[in-house]
């Protein structure tokens, strides 16, 4: 069974940071782009960011200037830093492995709440 293993979520104050780490096969990293998603409280689930396994990066809007994936091929793990927080990124956070049809596998989710 494949698995994504997420973590780094919690509670920050706006304007503060937060690195989300997901951990896999190396068949999975290997083979599938990675990426995050997000689902806030009310709202559909929204692609946040994504990379290749060569390292090309995509980022939603939102995330562009505040957010940075990257992923390290040796620990087979991609991560989201997440830097000046708002009360608007406060959502559940997924890692998905990926092809270009949309998201294959998924992980448990980590909640991310940003608030004072």
């Known amino acids: 069974q494949v698995q994504l293993v997420e973590s780094g979520g919690g509670l920050v104050q706006p304007g503060g940071s937060l690195r989300l780490s997901c951990g896999t096969s190396?068949?999975?990293?290997?083979?599938?782009?990675m990426g995050w998603y997000r689902r806030a409280p009310g709202k559909q689930r929204e692609l946040v960011a994504t990379i290749t396994s060569g390292g090309t990066t995509n980022y939603a809007d939102s995330a562009k200037g505040r957010f940075a994936i990257s992923r390290d091929n040796a620990k087979n793990t991609v991560y989201l830093q997440m830097n000046n927080l708002k009360p608007e990124d406060t959502a559940v956070y997924y890692c998905?492995?990926?092809?270009?049809?949309?998201?294959?596998?998924w992980g448990q989710g980590t909640q991310v709440t940003v608030s004072s």
């Open positions: 190396r068949n999975i990293f290997s083979r599938y782009v």
């Open positions: 998905t492995a990926r092809t270009g049809l949309g998201p294959v596998y």
